[in-house]
């Protein structure tokens, strides 16, 4: 079992920053996969960063792209998600997650995950 906690949400204008972490429980972190999703009021939960177990590969959906930057600290059980240049439209709950990749056969990506946080709300003021 693999519990996950969220910090670093909260208030920024337009255009500020903000760094999100999710710290994991559990002995076996690098052999996890990570990810960030989220979801905005009214909108379907949307995946938008992930990370494989060594941090070597990495994923984010296009609307991030060269904004958002996802990285991981397996000696802190750790993972980031630098979020740059924000735009009102990033305001949402975003949830950290863990897929098991010895479940999937050694895959990293996959729309299932196994363990997600409680979430953590970023607004971004216009």
């Known amino acids: 079992q693999v519990q996950l906690v969220e910090s670093g949400g909260g208030l920024v204008q337009a255009g500020g920053s903000l760094r999100l972490s999710c710290a994991a429980s559990g002995r076996t972190f690098s052999s996890y996969a990570m990810g960030w999703f989220r979801q905005a009021p009214g909108k379907e939960r949307e995946f938008v960063a992930g990370i494989s177990g060594s941090g070597g590969s990495t994923y984010s959906t296009d609307s991030v792209k060269g904004r958002f930057t996802i990285s991981r600290d397996n000696a802190k059980n750790t993972v980031y998600l630098q979020m740059n240049s924000l735009k009102p439209e990033d305001t949402a709950v975003y949830y950290c997650?863990?897929?098991?990749?010895?479940?999937?056969?050694?895959?990293?990506?996959?729309?299932?995950?196994?363990?997600w946080g409680q979430g953590t709300q970023v607004t971004v003021s216009s």
């Open positions: 997650v863990a897929r098991d990749a010895l479940k999937y056969g050694g895959s990293w990506w996959g729309p299932f995950w196994d363990y």
